[in-house]
């Protein structure tokens, strides 16, 4: 009784992980054009999607392999530097010399709104009278009013 | 303005010239061995001529370049003399298959990123460098040698004139 009971047990498990998806075989969580868009083929210099040398053909069949046994991006990437070395990898990385590639755009763009910044506030500056009083209220010199009630005065009105 | 300029300066100079001519030291960093773990380097051979061998699984020249290399380590390898194979930019798995399809008794080293091929300025694989006992490159070849090159060029400066 108890040898039948366990092989009807066996039998439900066997049954339940068939029935599971991806029970038997790696699920991809990533495709080939997907990563050959993002490393390079070594000896040609160009991305991997772009080259057809006997390299890049063994290199995107690794790809392949590692894509089929159901590797994340990064686990693909980082068998590729262990293969090739970090030049396999088209987009810089964040660390080292390669660091600068993303930190020198974002200095260029601060300093550059600094500049801007400082233009616009002497540009401003230089539009004001140099006693910081407005245009308006500072009305004609002593000398410049009598010379016009003089002249008033010339007319009859 | 200026860091930029700097920055970009720096990562010249940091890829650095590269290449190495007849009578010049040749380049002895370490390198990964193909199997068997740990690393090597031509200097592990200093004292005996090597005939470093530039390579890849994927290289079609270097198919047919291999088995005459294999024949030359079998008739002058010794204390005096060895090939030295560098796989170069290949896939490890990929090198040491290609090592046992030809039977390659010559140690071999591997040079994934290609970093010896730039310092010694390959064009490409195979090519071949013979190294004199005191580390000087004494004959580059930038192709795959043939069996009468091995005979003719190279057995006759090893020690005894062999051929």
């Not at chain 1, 090739?84 to 990385?93: F, I």
């Not at chain 1, 910044?117 to 002593?142: K, T």
């Not at chain 2, 650095?16 to 592990?44: H, K, N, Y």
Request: hydrophobic share 45%.
């Amino acid at each position: 009784m108890r040898v039948r009971a366990g092989a009807a047990l066996a039998l439900a498990v066997a049954l339940l992980a068939s029935a599971v998806p991806g029970a038997g075989a790696a699920t991809p969580q990533t495709s080939v054009s997907e990563i050959s868009s993002e490393v390079m083929c070594p000896v040609c210099g160009t991305l991997l999607e772009l080259a057809e040398s006997p390299q890049a053909q063994r290199e995107k069949a690794f790809v392949a392999r590692l894509v089929a046994a159901g590797k994340s991006k990064g686990e693909i990437k980082d068998a590729l530097v262990d293969e090739y070395g970090t030049e396999v990898l088209a987009l810089p990385q964040g660390s080292g010399f390669d660091l600068s590639a993303y930190l020198v755009p974002i200095v260029a763009f601060a300093v550059a709104i600094v500049a801007l910044a400082f233009a616009v506030l002497r540009w401003r500056r230089a539009g004001e009278p140099p006693d910081g009083g407005s245009v308006a209220a500072a009305g004609p010199s002593p000398e410049d009013a009598e010379r016009l009630e003089a002249d008033l005065a010339r007319y009859d009105l | 303005m200026l860091a930029v300029f700097g920055l970009l300066t720096f990562g010249l100079l940091s890829k650095g010239s590269s290449g190495v001519g007849l009578g010049e030291a040749a380049p002895t960093s370490p390198l990964p061995r193909l199997e068997g773990g740990g690393d090597g380097s031509l200097a592990d051979y200093r004292g005996r001529w090597v005939l470093v061998n530039f390579w890849a699984s994927w290289c079609v020249p270097c198919r047919e370049e291999a088995p005459l290399l294999q024949s030359f380590q079998r008739r002058h390898g010794d204390a005096d003399f060895t090939v030295l194979g560098v796989d170069s930019r290949d896939l490890s798995d990929d090198g040491r298959s290609f090592v046992r399809r030809y039977g390659l008794s010559y140690p071999q080293l591997r040079d994934g990123d290609g970093a010896a091929a730039h310092d010694y300025g390959t064009t490409g694989v195979p090519e071949n460098f013979l190294v004199d006992p005191r580390g000087r490159v004494r004959l580059l070849v930038r192709g795959p040698v043939t069996a009468e090159y091995l005979d003719d060029s190279v057995a006759p400066l090893l020690p005894g004139g062999k051929s």
